[in-house]
């Protein structure tokens, strides 16, 4: 059975960093893009970053309102994948989730459609 679990979110104050990890199970982490993705209520759900699926390609993406702040990396011994934020923002409080790409192999997207397993989310809140 495919699962995630977030973890990690917390208030923070702005400028402040935080990790957020993914655990994931039911699959070989390696073999799928892993996507972190967040939604503020009644807004649409935003791609942060992505993972790539390829194999050994540990090649990342990120959005342009989280690039330069926003690192995503996977362990896949551990079944892992983490979302380290830096300099946060008030306009990064949101519920967090991560998502497992669509299908083995593909390379990943920050369009949620793409993405068919959703953890159930976790909640960061930046404000001082």
């Known amino acids: 059975q495919v699962q995630l679990v977030e973890s990690g979110g917390d208030l923070v104050h702005p400028g402040g960093s935080l990790r957020l990890s993914c655990e994931t199970s039911?699959?070989?982490?390696?073999?799928?893009?892993i996507g972190w993705f967040r939604q503020v209520s009644g807004k649409e759900r935003e791609g942060l970053a992505f993972?790539?699926?390829?194999?050994?390609?540990?090649?990342?993406t990120y959005a342009d309102s989280v690039k330069g702040r926003f690192i995503i990396s996977r362990d896949k011994a551990k079944k892992m994948v983490y979302l380290q934020m830096n300099s946060l923002k008030p306009e990064d409080t949101a519920t967090y989730y991560c998502?497992?790409?669509?299908?083995?192999?593909?390379?990943?997207?920050?369009?949620?459609?793409?993405?068919?397993?959703w953890g159930r989310g976790t909640q960061v809140t930046v404000s001082s």
């Open positions: 039911g699959f070989t982490v390696g073999e799928y893009a």
């Open positions: 993972i790539s699926g390829r194999g050994r390609d540990d090649s990342t």
């Open positions: 998502a497992r790409g669509w299908a083995r192999g593909w390379f990943g997207s920050l369009a949620e459609a793409r993405y068919g397993s």
